[in-house]
């Protein structure tokens, strides 16, 4: 009965499954979790699971919980079932996130016991705090830090409370658990307490954030069997895609929904988690088994996305990773092209290839991945001056409202006009003039159109001032004749804000590679524009462009790597490959210091971006970050060596002069034996110096040349 099920359904959507799809299909009952490797058809498999259950097994839709990651994805899913089955039938499965099932469950028990509440996110907010702002999450954070700390919140700050407080809210962490979690903001553990209670007390009804959502259905669900009872009653099927960025809460959530007949389907890739920071929790995938004694996993590991070439290195590659259920994906596809490593002399020439690759590829579905915002502002200015349409997934206009921006700005416009006092507030203890408060209360008494710096010079200045002064003025006088890349770099060198941004990084750990690469960013704007005046115009644009490129249709996407999870392109450009920002200097650190989580997920990020390409894939780096030496990224390094093995090519210039043969096939992951330090595994392999973590004795960092001669390592044996 299933085969008739199967060849209907290859006719109809051209699509043959393979025998562990198949098998993964016809898993209804109890317990699974379906782990598979990027493109091998989870997404598929999960729809059609869902029209077996639907039209072989006559289930109503109503009675499927179909759960995914995002709304966006939600969306996908639904609109990827209609392709397929629309033909079919006209039923329409009710695909829904974790958070909207959670807040249905939060909205009715409120209603139910009476209880109000208001939602103090996502708009429209109803309700004043003290002080007259609108009852909202920032806001009444921003209060409550300065409550518990005396001082205003920095906006890295606000952005580190943020994620602290979802993550510490989806990990389900109390007491002391909650000083354990690393955030820059000062006595986040605290300030967490107290927004607590300020949401629970200071207004008339109780205040609820997104994330609450979640913590409240736990606990509604938790405390109340009869409620729970009534939507376990709802669903006999539960299936949840992209469940490796599930958090705790969310997991437990599904859980007791599926209890106690326990159909549930998890699908997941554990090497794909990128959610970490966010409080996503892939240690309850590797212990499914412990929570379903009964479960059964099944593994799809073949690739029908990628190139053979493509397959073959992001395989190799994410071995290096060591909390990860062992797979090896392969590919019914043949062999394509290599996958190629561009290193330029600089961003620029980084920039200014891609453009020139997509004028002439633009036949191509291509895609441009990159880790932080900031870095594709340049690219979004160069390809709308040659005319490219683009769309961008998660196009995000933060940056033009950065407060690096604003002084900028501020800074050309007081150039302008040295007389306006309002502009000299925002920036006076920003350079080199060293004017003091009480100097700037004087000048604000005096009300006049004249220079501010020569009515500085007539009140009571210091000695250094009275030579300081003059040549301030002088540099704002020059600036106003300047290109406007040439006026930037004379703020910042001239005029000491990058000593200023310097000192500030120093008192209120703002992140530096942050502040000086959206300087960077905006000198690289400037480049393209002759005055000032057109530079400020020209940010303006691009502000205009970046907020509207989510709604164009286009064959060119720009997205972050997190974004671009699910999706797949003909071509794939992954940009700014440097160590610093994938890996980023804190996801070094933290690996140095023995702790490889952030290392991992850096890695898996790293492999979600390789395995959306379909053909092409690009890996692009540079020496030089604007004037800055930066190195490549050890990601891409480690892509070289198994390229550079793959090709039979001797890659290992120290290796070379030694006995090679006991290192053949040492690329990451690579598990080996050290006569001292026992077992462990490859982690990297760099300019002669080979990393292994170690069981026991954790990261050791080694002379390659060394243990060959020595004859100290060694690969372990397999067993038979
Ligand atoms: N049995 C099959 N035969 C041919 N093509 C298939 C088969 N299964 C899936 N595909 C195709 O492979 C591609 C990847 O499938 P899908 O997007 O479902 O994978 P996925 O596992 O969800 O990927 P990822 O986790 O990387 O987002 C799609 O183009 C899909 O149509």
């Known amino acids: 009965m299933s085969?008739?099920?199967?060849?209907?359904?290859?006719?109809?959507?051209?699509?043959?499954?393979?025998?562990?799809?198949?098998?993964?299909?016809?898993?209804?009952?109890?317990?699974?979790?379906?782990?598979?490797?990027?493109?091998?058809?989870?997404?598929?498999?999960?729809?059609?699971?869902?029209?077996?259950?639907?039209?072989?097994?006559?289930?109503?839709?109503?009675?499927?919980?179909?759960?995914?990651?995002?709304?966006?994805?939600?969306?996908?899913?639904?609109?990827?079932?209609?392709d397929y089955f629309s033909g079919w039938s006209s039923v329409k499965v009710p695909f829904s996130t974790i958070h909207s099932f959670a807040y249905k469950v939060v909205r009715e028990f409120m209603r139910k016991e009476n209880i109000p509440y208001q939602l103090i996110e996502g708009g429209g907010q109803k309700g004043r705090m003290p002080g007259g702002l609108p009852l909202q999450k920032t806001f009444i954070l921003k209060k409550v830090y300065e409550d518990v700390n005396g001082t205003q919140a920095t906006e890295e700050e606000m952005e580190d409370l943020m994620s602290y407080i979802s993550l510490v809210k989806n990990r389900m962490l109390e007491g002391r658990e909650l000083e354990r979690v690393p955030c820059q903001a000062k006595a986040a553990s605290e300030v967490f307490q107290a927004y607590e209670s300020f949401?629970?007390?200071?207004?008339?009804?109780?205040?609820?954030?997104?994330?609450?959502?979640?913590?409240?259905?736990?606990?509604?669900l938790r405390e109340n069997p009869d409620v729970l009872s009534v939507y376990q009653q709802q669903f006999d099927y539960v299936l949840t895609d992209e469940s490796q960025d599930n958090s705790i809460v969310q997991h437990e959530i599904v859980e007791m929904l599926a209890a106690p007949s326990n159909n549930l389907c998890l699908v997941a890739d554990d090497d794909q988690s990128i959610f970490g920071w966010r409080g996503a929790e892939v240690d309850k995938l590797l212990r499914f088994q412990e929570t379903y004694p009964e479960a059964t996993v099944l593994t799809m590991t073949e690739n029908y996305r990628s190139s053979e070439e493509i397959v073959h290195v992001a395989n190799r590659f994410i071995k290096r990773n060591i909390d990860r259920y062992e797979k090896e994906m392969t590919t019914p596809n043949g062999s394509m092209q290599d996958v190629e490593i561009h290193a330029f002399q600089n961003d620029e020439k980084q920039l200014d290839y891609v453009v020139q690759q997509i004028q002439e590829k633009s036949k191509e579905e291509t895609a441009v991945l990159y880790r932080n915002h900031a870095s594709v502002i340049p690219l979004v200015d160069q390809l709308d001056r040659a005319g490219i349409d683009f769309y961008m997934k998660d196009s995000e206009a933060k940056f033009f409202r950065h407060w690096i921006v604003e002084d900028v700005l501020n800074f050309l416009r007081f150039s302008y006009n040295d007389s306006r006092i309002d502009i000299l507030e925002r920036i006076h203890t920003k350079f080199n003039a060293y004017i003091s408060k009480k100097q700037m209360d004087l000048l604000k008494g005096r009300n006049t159109k004249r220079s501010l710096f020569d009515q500085l010079l007539q009140l009571d200045v210091q000695e250094y001032q009275k030579k300081s002064i003059p040549k301030v003025k002088q540099t704002f006088h020059d600036i106003n004749n300047m290109r406007p890349d040439e006026a930037i770099v004379t703020i910042r060198e001239k005029l000491g804000y990058d000593r200023v941004l310097r000192k500030m990084v120093d008192k209120f750990g703002f992140r530096a590679d942050q502040l000086f690469g959206t300087l960077d960013v905006l000198i690289r704007i400037a480049e393209s524009c002759d005055s000032l005046k057109d530079f400020a115009f020209r940010l303006k644009e691009l502000e205009e462009i970046v907020k509207n490129a989510h709604v164009r249709e286009s064959s060119l996407t720009l997205t972050t790597f997190h974004s671009a999870k699910g999706l797949e392109f003909d071509a794939v450009y992954m940009i700014d490959l440097v160590?610093?920002?994938?890996?980023?200097?804190?996801?070094?650190?933290?690996?140095?210091?023995?702790?490889?989580?952030?290392?991992?997920?850096?890695?898996?990020?790293?492999?979600?971006?390789?395995?959306?390409?379909?053909?092409?894939?690009?890996?692009?780096?540079?020496?030089?970050?604007?004037?800055?030496?930066?190195?490549?990224?050890?990601?891409?390094?480690?892509?070289?060596?198994?390229?550079?093995?793959?090709?039979?090519?001797?890659?290992?210039?120290?290796?070379?002069?030694?006995?090679?043969?006991?290192?053949?096939?040492?690329?990451?992951?690579?598990?080996?034996?050290?006569?001292?330090?026992?077992?462990?595994?490859?982690?990297?392999?760099?300019?002669?110096?080979i990393v292994i973590h170690f069981e026991e004795a954790g990261y050791k960092e080694l002379l390659l040349e060394t243990c060959v001669e020595r004859g100290l390592l060694s690969k372990e044996k397999q067993e038979a």
């Open 199 to 220: 949401k629970q007390s200071e207004a008339e009804v109780t205040l609820l954030d997104f994330d609450d959502m979640l913590t409240f259905c736990h606990e509604i």
């Open 3 to 82: 085969e008739t099920f199967f060849n209907r359904m290859s006719t109809e959507t051209g699509i043959e499954l393979n025998g562990a799809q198949k098998q993964a299909v016809l898993h209804t009952e109890g317990p699974l979790l379906l782990l598979a490797s990027p493109g091998s058809g989870k997404t598929t498999t999960l729809n059609m699971k869902i029209a077996y259950l639907l039209f072989e097994k006559k289930v109503a839709p109503e009675r499927i919980m179909a759960v995914t990651f995002s709304k966006a994805s939600a969306r996908d899913m639904s609109r990827r079932f209609d």
């Open 579 to 689: 160590d610093g920002i994938i890996p980023s200097n804190d996801d070094i650190e933290d690996y140095r210091d023995g702790e490889r989580e952030a290392m991992e997920e850096a890695a898996r990020l790293f492999y979600v971006g390789m395995t959306r390409a379909r053909v092409r894939l690009e890996l692009l780096t540079y020496h030089y970050l604007g004037k800055e030496r930066v190195k490549e990224s050890t990601f891409l390094h480690n892509v070289r060596t198994i390229a550079g093995s793959t090709k039979k090519t001797n890659h290992r210039e120290v290796a070379s002069r030694v006995d090679t043969s006991a290192l053949e096939g040492m690329d990451p992951g690579t598990k080996v034996v050290h006569q001292a330090f026992g077992r462990g595994t490859v982690m990297e392999y760099k300019e002669g110096l």
